[in-house]
């Protein structure tokens, strides 16, 4: 199947520092991709539809100055925390959606974000 | 509104088959049925999805009912590597225009008993 990476898998940052998540389609290219986040013992929560060469399309309630993304090829989309708090703390993950024939949607590890 | 109906737990015996079941009784025309899984701490899987016609490929069979108001998937030789939360997604798929996008509901947490 196809692959998607994503990184970093793990990191741990101060209260209103920023942090910037990679998420990478290694094999295909994908002009969607898509913002989870997940909290324990929840199911994802779509955050944000990511199109290549556009503005990402926010779900309601996700602030879009706190949640950059930023789709600038068709492999690569960043999802950056400005100023994370506390709060932010949660599962992020990725996916990116491969052709229009299968229409499958191919998830990243995910990356747990801890903010102190 | 939840689309899909799923039990929330089920237990299987390693070796044997494994029916997760799935109610879409709202289901309309140009929705695919979808099925992904999450093993702890690590992002979904795809499995497989179909329409209307039963569905097989290497890890797992889709049975959709006739009337396509309920679908089972079907993990023919389950292992312990099997344990995880599976999700049924109703989705519509628009070639060309891009996809309605996947809401993950509560899902199945399948448990593999050694």
């Known amino acids: 199947g196809a692959v998607v990476s994503q990184h970093p898998s793990r990191v741990i940052c101060k209260s209103g520092t920023s942090v910037k998540i990679e998420c990478r389609s290694l094999?295909?290219?994908?002009?969607?991709m898509f913002w989870y986040r997940q909290f324990p013992k929840q199911s994802l929560m779509l955050m944000a539809t990511?199109?290549?060469?556009?503005?990402?399309?926010?779900e309601q309630g996700v602030e879009k100055d706190k949640f950059l993304i930023n789709h600038a090829s068709l492999t690569l989309s960043t999802l950056t925390v400005t100023s994370a708090h506390p709060e932010d703390s949660s599962f992020y993950i990725c996916?990116?959606?491969?052709?229009?024939?299968?229409?499958?949607?191919?998830f990243g590890a995910g990356t747990r974000l801890s903010v102190l | 509104d939840a689309k899909t109906t799923q039990p929330p737990s089920m237990d299987c015996a390693e070796g044997r088959a494994a029916n997760l079941p799935c109610n879409h009784s709202?289901?309309?025309?140009?929705?695919?049925v979808y099925w992904y899984r999450q093993i702890h701490s690590q992002g979904p899987q795809y499995i497989i999805h179909?329409?209307?016609n039963n569905e097989t490929n290497e890890m797992a069979s889709l049975i959709i009912t006739e009337d396509r108001k309920s679908s089972t998937l079907i993990l023919p030789h389950a292992t312990l590597r099997d344990t995880a939360v599976y999700y049924c997604?109703?989705?519509?798929?628009?070639?060309?225009?891009?996809?309605?996008?996947?809401?993950f509901g509560t899902g199945t947490r399948l448990t593999i008993i050694p």
């Open positions: 996916s990116a959606e491969r052709g229009l024939a299968k229409n499958i949607q191919y």
């Open positions: 094999d295909f290219q994908a002009t969607t």
């Open positions: 997604i109703v989705r519509v798929v628009i070639r060309d225009f891009g996809n309605e996008k996947l809401t």
């Open positions: 990511s199109n290549e060469g556009s503005k990402a399309t926010y």
């Open positions: 709202t289901i309309s025309g140009n929705e695919y």
């Open positions: 179909g329409l209307k």
